[in-house]
């Protein structure tokens, strides 16, 4: 079975970093995106930043310049490098995995996304930001 799991969230004040991480377990590295999204109670997931086995790197017009995606196969492992934190980014993170047919990208804003039977999640992880 795959599994997910997120880390790395907390409290930080305006202007600060954080760094996620998200351990997979059970998957077999092929054709994949791997993707960031957050939420906020009340409100739609949004997408952060995607990053596809292709190195097809996507990020949301809100976090470009300040958060970086990438990935390190060797620990099955996937960071968010969030720097210049800002009070609107306050929201639970989810990293999320869909295995994919070879050379298939999906963006951030595809409903594939919310496809729950191809579509792997994590339990999430808390960011704060205040101000």
């Known amino acids: 079975q795959i599994h997910l799991v997120e880390s790395g969230g907390g409290s930080v004040q305006s202007g600060g970093s954080l760094r996620l991480s998200c351990t997979i377990s059970?998957?077999?590295?092929?054709?994949?995106?791997l993707a960031w999204f957050r939420q906020t109670p009340g409100e739609q997931r949004e997408g952060v930043a995607r990053i596809t086995s292709d190195r097809d790197i996507e990020y949301a017009d809100s976090v470009k310049g300040r958060f970086t995606i990438s990935q390190e196969k060797v620990k099955s492992s996937l960071y968010l490098q969030m720097n210049d934190l800002k009070p609107e980014d306050t929201a639970m993170y989810y990293c999320a995995l869909l295995p994919v047919d070879g050379g298939t990208n999906y963006p951030l804003r595809h409903p594939a996304w919310d496809l729950k039977d191809i579509t792997y999640w994590g339990q999430g992880t808390q960011v704060t930001v205040s101000s």
């Open positions: 059970g998957y077999t590295w092929k054709s994949y995106c």
